[in-house]
């Protein structure tokens, strides 16, 4: 049964950070890139990041300098580093699997002070 289970959000102040967790399982995870997407209150869901197979990764440029997604194969997991948190970064967020394009549950995050 294929899984991508969200954790990590919640609420934090502007300029705080936060880490936010994907734990994927049910089919071959180092076969996969992953991205995170976001839906802003009321908007349509935007593309955040993406790492690829061999680590490689690239940001929007709405949070290039700010978030770093890693992976870990071992752990089959994927994290997404939020730092310099700005109001315009709530939203809920979803892991995205690109191997038969998984997705999860989502996490809500909200920065306000």
């Known amino acids: 049964q294929v899984q991508l289970v969200e954790s990590g959000g919640g609420w934090v102040q502007p300029g705080g950070s936060l880490m936010l967790s994907c734990a994927a399982s049910?089919?071959?995870?180092?076969?996969?890139?992953f991205r995170w997407y976001r839906q802003p209150p009321g908007k349509e869901r935007e593309w955040v990041a993406t790492?690829?197979?061999?680590?490689?990764?690239n940001y929007a440029d709405a949070v290039k300098g700010r978030c770093t997604i890693s992976r870990d194969n071992g752990k089959t997991m994927v994290t997404l580093q939020m730092n310099s948190l700005k109001p315009e970064d709530t939203a809920v967020y979803y892991c995205?699997?690109?191997?038969?394009?998984?997705w999860g549950q989502g996490t809500q995050v909200v920065v306000s002070s």
């Open positions: 790492v690829y197979t061999g680590g490689m990764s």
């Open positions: 995205n699997a690109m191997i038969n394009n998984y």
């Open positions: 049910g089919f071959p995870f180092s076969s996969s890139g």
